[in-house]
């Protein structure tokens, strides 16, 4: 099974969901991830990966394959390697 891993850019706390479609074991729960913070999520297959505001006011997101890193800068620049 591969990895999602999902690093925070940014200078404030990012909420992040990743999507478990392809890994029924997994948590879709949301997590606060630290200014410059990095985790990671097993999964195969396409996954959703979200991120939204601290009040809920913003979110943006985007579909990517197990073994893909995502770079959060702000909610207008978000990467995948």
Same mark, same amino acid.
Request: glycine share 8%; no cysteine; hydrophobic share 35%.
């Given at each position: 099974?591969?990895? %999602? %891993?999902? %690093? =925070? =850019? /940014?200078? /404030?706390? %990012?909420? !992040?969901? !990743?999507? *478990?479609? /392809?890994?029924? @074991?997994?948590? @879709? +729960? &949301? ?9 990671? &999520? /097993?999964? *195969?297959? &396409?996954?959703? !990966?979200?991120? *939204? =505001? +601290? =009040?809920?006011?913003?979110? $943006?997101? !985007? ?5 893909? $890193?995502? $770079?959060? @800068? ?8």
């Amino acid at each position: 099974m591969g990895s %999602i %891993i999902v %690093i =925070n =850019n /940014s200078g /404030s706390p %990012i909420s !992040v969901f !990743v999507s *478990k479609y /392809s890994n029924s @074991d997994g948590s @879709d +729960a &949301w997590f606060t991830l630290q200014p410059g913070g990095r985790d990671s &999520w /097993s999964r *195969k297959g &396409w996954e959703l !990966v979200a991120f *939204k =505001n +601290a =009040n809920d006011t913003n979110r $943006t997101g !985007v579909y990517v394959p197990a073994d893909s $890193t995502v $770079t959060f @800068d702000d909610m207008a620049h978000v990467s995948v390697v």
